[in-house]
């Protein structure tokens, strides 16, 4: 933090006032209602920062007005206190009044020391995680005690430099929440275009012709990977030297192989361990069961994953993915749970997708989709650096590094 005479000590005890329900108050669960007319804002309804409104349940009147010190206004900051201790919601747009339950506290800024909108980023910071690491270290502690708590302590500039770089984090917040939206609709539009042009309900302009139905045992070969054998997999462990080792958890629900594995194993398993090519199309049969990708990279392949091998008709391997992938998709909302326990080859053999009539109409329709994956994946990478950015911004500007204001 760099000190000088701009820069003044903010107390949570002296400088804000923090206040919580007193005990339950008698509340008990039973009285959260699924529709009303006073919001219960509790821990869990905390969403990227701020109170999801969707997701609270209500009390009646007499609970909102039981006490005044705990009934939210916009720009309220609130902390938990229970469980996961330490997340923190900014209110904003509030839709009906409001209060909280005993596990959230309220934050309110008292005099003009400090800005409200830059106490909310104090606490999101690093700056606060610090604190909270202090308290709860070498302890089990799961609760955030007031007693605790007035004692933060923060260095803060003037409060014009404070709404300046409140706004300037709020709007790189907009910028990200711009993105979130973005990667969220052109997902919806994905998913609504799969399961379009793969069952041939739609079809692009210059193909013509009937579809079919066909079991993927007459489509494709396959086989199952295998566990290193005969020392077990840690007599295989190679991490600076060895190759990748495919297991389910390196295979993720959007059709991607992760970038690295969790695990590399000594080259000389090969002779004990199955090995594939990159472009490989694999499939995760145990654990979280149906998820598909096409290998960036050799590797080995663990038995919880099946190898597509030889294609026993003309079909283009991206548009197989997505049919397998869809098809998946289909099979986890029909079971129990919407979880599939088990799959089998000789069950995988039994699924049917639809193929149209020309190796040439798949490929179109597989371009389609990963053009859209493609555009996809750029928006969730300038996510990703624009929340760097923002960490960044954050270390900068709330530790006194760079200034906004200068006097």
Same mark, same amino acid.
């Given at each position: ?182 990667? #969220?609709? %052109? @997902?919806? $539009?994905? /998913?609504?275009?799969? !399961?379009?042009?793969?069952?041939? *309900? =739609? ?56 970038? #690295?594995? %969790? @695990?590399? $194993?000594? /080259?000389?398993?090969? !002779?004990?361990?199955?090995?594939? *090519? =990159? ?129």
């Amino acid at each position: 933090m760099v000190k000088d005479d701009t820069y003044q000590v903010v107390n949570i005890g002296q400088d804000t006032t923090l206040k919580a329900r007193i005990g339950w108050q008698g509340l008990t669960v039973e009285e959260y209602k699924d529709i009303g007319e006073f919001y219960l804002v509790t821990g869990t309804d905390f969403e990227n920062g701020f109170v999801n409104w969707d997701s609270c349940h209500f009390v009646d009147k007499y609970r909102y007005v039981q006490d005044k010190n705990i009934q939210l206004k916009n720009d309220d900051v609130i902390v938990t206190k229970d469980g996961t201790i330490g997340k923190i919601g900014y209110v904003k747009n509030l839709p009906l009044p409001a209060t909280l339950n005993s596990g959230v506290f309220l934050v309110r800024a008292v005099g003009d020391k400090i800005y409200q909108k830059y106490l909310y980023y104090i606490f999101t910071s690093e700056i606060f995680r610090e604190f909270l690491n202090r308290l709860t270290a070498g302890s089990t502690i799961n609760h955030l005690y007031q007693k605790d708590f007035i004692h933060f302590e923060f260095q803060a500039p003037k409060i014009e430099e404070q709404k300046a770089i409140a706004t300037a984090l709020s709007d790189t917040d907009e910028l990200i929440s711009s993105l979130e939206k973005l990667i #969220s609709k %052109k @997902q919806d $539009i994905k /998913k609504a275009t799969m !399961q379009q042009l793969l069952t041939g *309900k =739609k079809r692009l302009d210059g193909f013509c012709g009937k579809w079919k139905k066909k079991r993927l045992g007459k489509i494709a070969k396959f086989r199952r990977g295998s566990f290193p054998q005969p020392y077990g997999l840690s007599k295989w462990y190679d991490e600076q030297n060895g190759m990748p080792f495919i297991q389910v958890y390196d295979v993720d629900k959007n059709m991607r192989l992760k970038n #690295s594995t %969790k @695990q590399k $194993i000594s /080259k000389i398993a090969e !002779q004990y361990s199955v090995f594939i *090519k =990159k472009d490989t199309l694999i499939l995760t049969i145990q654990g979280s069961i149906g998820r598909i990708a096409l290998t960036q990279y050799d590797a080995f392949i663990d038995r919880t994953l099946l190898i597509f091998t030889n294609y026993l008709i003309p079909i283009n391997k991206i548009y197989f993915m997505y049919q397998v992938f869809e098809l998946f998709q289909i099979e986890k909302q029909k079971a129990q749970g919407g979880t599939i326990k088990t799959i089998t080859k000789e069950e995988l053999s039994s699924y049917k997708i639809s193929i149209p009539p020309t190796k040439e109409e798949q490929t179109a329709i597989a371009t389609i989709l990963s053009d859209m994956d493609k555009e996809i994946e750029k928006l969730k990478s300038k996510l990703s650096k624009t929340k760097a950015i923002k960490e960044g911004m954050m270390q900068e500007l709330l530790t006194g590094k760079t200034r906004l204001i200068h006097e």
